[in-house]
């Protein structure tokens, strides 16, 4: 009977859990680092979150629907090594043109996922290596960076409003925008239909195709707009930077207290899940932590926050 | 197709629609079962065609050398593929066992000298990982694919760690004997890994715990209702597949001599694509020991066969994308009302 009481008090938190961890994560760090919340550091970490806050707010809506898009990290490499070659013959038109780009690559994994009716794991797994492919053959030196004389068109944006960076005025817009699409567009609404009950959302009518064909696109767009940021804010090209990426953006996701199989969550949720995690990843870096650990650290929030999260009540889903 | 289908309604009484309905399903199933076969002998025919010394000895053998690796792997991954879940998490146990074994044995970075006791340590301490993945799978009722993501990432960090950015120079007897002896012209590392595989596909063919896991992959209501224990054969099979994906860790480190991380890297996707091209379902119950090797087979062919006509590895993993999801989407029961997600 006590087991039992402790379970219900678990799950109850789990609704907080994106509130409690953040609120413990800066509290820890701010008493053993002691300019952890200073002007400066503070600024380090808007940039560091920016592109991440878009990826993961876009990665949000497939796991709303209960699907998963473990090519999102290598989207961000492709779009990063695009933007990074070309930025010096489009100038800063490459921002449409990369989102343009995510959206693209959005709808094949869509389209993959929807009509061929084959698990999004599977359809993102084996994209990574079409988007890996792309950015590896474009850079085959390891790294390109943006020539010198054309670096006033990206400084702009890790310049500074009101001591904000301005990536992260951007990312914050983005994450509004996905909030608006989420709360009061007709496809927000279905798609988290979809994530609840597929069958049950196709019987009321719901476009189950569309709209997570709409989620694909979603997330490719925002990650293709990560990509583009990660090029501005390293000037230039790395082919590898969206490795590690996928590992952190899911764990945002499920750190903010989105369910992994789909139904409920919110960009907002997400939002505070990837602050919580910037925040660990740069207390550890200011502690001088080995950076080896910051994949560990990462899978083990995110597993202890899925656990958390997942559903215990429906006994007889089956879960492969 | 549909009018014959119509017609066969329109004229055929309940139990012959019936009747009709099974020989449909076992022709379509004999045909799967078939189709792999047929393609490797297409597959060696060309090959012996396009290459003069193709059945050699000497070919044969390198051919089962380059087989051994993806062949152990797959023994663990059949059973998850049969499961209908997945393991991402081998790529990060391998790259941890092979680290941590060179870590164990005679090396250059320490004095350690556990020989035989360091290779057992590691294949427990990879069964044992394989096995919490199964229990927070099981316990926690979270996506394989999900769990099995983090702890390969977990791993791969822990190998990076044992490490610490040196990969460590294995000089241990036992490894360099094991990486060079031969016993009548086949390396020592082909006849583990071919042992490793019999073992498997005894356990999976002829012991009740095989036979449930075609059970839970089939259906996994009707095999809880037959009084399978659902949870506890999942954290086994996952446990088999840590095993094995330690077991190939150890390999690779002996083939390489060299312990780190990247020694898993790009060894889980080919070994599913070669499941699914021998006849494995992702979705579960389909498949089994001898279709996982015969596709290996037809993989190790394929991937040599494009070395050898210069194709660029990173147009090989593009090529095996494709692949896996042509012979899903061809592969996938449709019938049922499916759910992607």
Known sequence: MADKK???????????????????????????????????????????????????????????????????GAMVSCTCVLTGIYVADFGNLIIPIMLAVGLAMGLINGLLVTK?????????????NFWSYVALTLCPNGSEIIPMDKRFMVRWATEKVAGIPIMFIIALMGVALLYVFQQYTVYGKSIFAVGANVSAARLAGVDTDMAQISAFVVSGGCSALAGAFYAYKLKSAVPTVGDALTLTAIASVALGGTSM?????????????????????????????????KDIVIGIILIGAVCLNSDTKGRDLIIK | ???????????????????????????????????????????????????????????????????????????????????????????????????????LVVNNSNSNDFGLLGIIAVVLISTLIGAVTGFIHVKARIATFIVTYAVGSIMTGVAVLVYQGTPIQVKDELFIVLSQGKLLGIPYITIIAFLIFIAGALILNYTAFGRAVYAIGDNETAAASTGINIGLTKIKVFAL??????????????????????IGLNQMFPVVTAIVIGGGSLAGGKGGALSAFVGVLIYTELANWLTLMGVDPYVKKVI????????????INRTRKTISK
């Open chain 1, 6 to 72: 402790k379970k219900i008090s678990i799950s109850d938190y789990s609704k907080y859990m994106c509130l409690i961890s953040i609120v413990l994560v800066f509290g820890v760090f701010s008493v053993v680092i002691p300019n952890f919340i200073g002007a400066y550091s503070l600024q380090n970490m808007m940039i560091e979150a920016a592109p991440l806050l878009l990826m993961a707010g876009g990665l949000s809506f497939v796991i709303y629907t209960g699907g998963i898009d473990l090519g999102a």
């Open chain 1, 116 to 128: 061929l009716k084959l698990p999004s794991f599977i359809v993102t797994l084996c994209t990574t």
């Open chain 1, 261 to 293: 199989a789909g139904g409920r969550g919110s960009v907002l949720r997400t939002m505070i899940g990837v602050v919580t995690i910037t925040g660990v990843t740069s207390g550890l870096n200011m502690m001088g932590v080995d950076p080896l650990w």
């Open chain 2, 1 to 103: 197709m549909k009018n014959k289908w119509e017609e066969s309604l329109a004229t055929l009484s309940v139990g012959q629609q019936f009747a009709q309905k099974v020989k449909d399903d076992a022709r379509k199933d004999k045909i799967r079962r078939y189709a792999p076969l047929i393609l490797l002998i297409i597959m060696t025919m060309i090959g012996a065609v396009s290459q003069k010394d193709f059945f050699t000895w000497g070919n044969v053998v390198n051919i089962m050398y380059q087989m051994s690796i993806p062949l152990v792997i797959s023994v663990g991954l059949t059973y998850v593929l049969l499961l209908g879940s997945i393991d991402l998490s081998i790529e990060g146990v391998m790259g941890f066992a092979g680290s941590f074994v060179a870590f």
């Open chain 2, 241 to 262: 597949c840590g095993c094995t994906a330690g077991m190939a860790g150890i390999l690779q480190c002996i083939r390489l001599k060299l312990g780190q991380s990247s």
């Open chain 2, 320 to 331: 095996q994308g494709v692949i896996i999801i042509v012979a899903v989407a061809l592969t």
